[in-house]
């Protein structure tokens, strides 16, 4: 039995606990997914395609949340030209 790695991108973990639909996942992603979906229901079909998004997602980068600048969290538009407040 060799070494089943992680096949998350970015992730090296090995001694994978789970393979899900014959991808390995660690613990750590598996539980990352599961905290991203948590709440959400979905159809089985649906699911295993949120579960391929997230495998391409890399490890680096958690699942499920959006990155955004100050700009955008305050609603500033960077376009805006007519200098009024
Ligand atoms: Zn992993």
């Not at 789970?18 to 598996?30: E, G, H, P, R, T």
């Not at 979906?37 to 391409?56: A, H, N, T, W, Y």
Request: proline share 1%; net charge negative; glycine share 6%.
């Amino acid at each position: 039995m060799g070494a089943m790695e992680c096949e998350r991108r970015d992730c090296s973990n090995c001694c994978c606990e789970y393979l899900i639909q014959n991808m390995y996942v660690c613990s750590s992603c598996a539980e990352e997914f599961r905290e991203a979906m948590s709440g959400v229901e979905l159809p089985r079909s649906e699911m295993s395609e949120k579960f391929e998004e997230f495998m391409d997602t890399s490890v680096h980068k958690r699942y499920g949340m959006k990155i955004i600048d100050v700009d955008e969290f305050l609603g500033i538009s960077k376009e805006r030209s007519d200098g009024t407040w």
